[in-house]
C-alpha cells in the first residue's frame, strides 16, 4: 500500500526545541497539504503545495513554523521554539485533482511539547 | 461564523440500525464542493463520500450516502445498516469555490454502535 506517510508517528519535546516532521504523499499526487488537529476539534488548514510551490498559508502558520516541499515530492514541517499550544496531530494530506479535491491523509505526527 | 456546523456531538446507534449525522455549511459561492471523512481511533482520515454542488444527484458509496438539500445547505450522511466497525468519529467538510484547495472541517460527531 503505498499511501500517504509520515515521520515520526510520535514525537515528545520540551519546550524552546525545534522539531521536524516529514511527509511523504502519494507518488503521483501533486498537490500536499498540512492539517493541524487539536482534541476534540476538526483538522485546520496550515499550508499546501503544489509540486514545490507553497501557494497558501493559514493565519495560523506562525513565524515560528516553516514548511517546505523541496522537489515536489516529500515535503517538511518544522517548528521553531515550540510551545505548549503547538501539541496537537499534525495531519499531511495528498490530491491530485483540483476539482474533485478529495485528499487522502497520512497517519499524523502526534506533538507533545512539555 | 462556522463555515461548518455538526450539532452531534455524540451519537449511539444500535449495530444494524441506518444513522443520519447532521452537517450544514454555509457558504455564498456557487461552486463548493462536501465531504465526509471518518476518523477512528487510530487517528487516520478515512476520505467516505463526495457531493459538488452541482452535483443533480444525491452521492452514494456503498453503505454510505450524502442527503444533499442544497436550499437548506444541508449535507448530512447516511450510514446503512451500521457495523461496529463504524465507530469512529465523523466530519463534515467543504471545499469552497472552483480555486480553493483548502478544506474546512467541522468539529465532528463521534459515532458509538452498540451490539
Known amino acids: 500500500d503505498t499511501g500517504v506517510s509520515q515521520d515520526p508517528r510520535h514525537k515528545i519535546t520540551k519546550r524552546g526545541q525545534n522539531v521536524t516532521f516529514r511527509c511523504d504523499p502519494i507518488?503521483?499526487?501533486?498537490?500536499l497539504y498540512w492539517y493541524r488537529q487539536t482534541l476534540g476539534q476538526g483538522p485546520e488548514f496550515l499550508t499546501y503545495f503544489q509540486n514545490e510551490a507553497q501557494l497558501e498559508k493559514s493565519r495560523l502558520l506562525s513565524d515560528r513554523f516553516s514548511a517546505e516541499r523541496p522537489k515536489g515530492s516529500f515535503s517538511t514541517l518544522e517548528i521553531q521554539r515550540t510551545e505548549q499550544g503547538d501539541s496537537a496531530m499534525y495531519l499531511c494530506?495528498?490530491?491530485?485533482?483540483?476539482?474533485?479535491?478529495?485528499?487522502?491523509f497520512g497517519p499524523g505526527t502526534r506533538l507533545t511539547v512539555l | 461564523a462556522q463555515k461548518i456546523t455538526q450539532t452531534q456531538p455524540g451519537m449511539f446507534v444500535q449495530e444494524k440500525e441506518a444513522v443520519t449525522l447532521d452537517c450544514t455549511y454555509d457558504?455564498?459561492?456557487?461552486?463548493?464542493?462536501l465531504f465526509w471523512y471518518k476518523q477512528p481511533s487510530s487517528g487516520e482520515m478515512i476520505f467516505l463520500i463526495y457531493?459538488?454542488?452541482?452535483?443533480?444527484q444525491n452521492a452514494t458509496e456503498g453503505r454510505y450516502s450524502l442527503n444533499f438539500q442544497k436550499a437548506r445547505k444541508s449535507a448530512n450522511l447516511v450510514i446503512s445498516a451500521s457495523q461496529l466497525g463504524d465507530s469512529a468519529m465523523y466530519f463534515c467538510?467543504?471545499?469552497?469555490?472552483?480555486?480553493?484547495?483548502?478544506?474546512?472541517f467541522g468539529k465532528g460527531t463521534r459515532l458509538h454502535i452498540l451490539p
Open positions: 494530506a495528498s490530491s491530485l485533482s483540483l476539482l474533485y479535491n478529495e485528499q487522502f
Open positions: 507518488s503521483e499526487h501533486n498537490r
Open positions: 467538510a467543504m471545499r469552497e469555490g472552483p480555486r480553493d484547495d483548502k478544506i474546512i
Open positions: 457531493q459538488g454542488s452541482y452535483d443533480q
Open positions: 457558504t455564498s459561492d456557487p461552486s463548493y464542493g
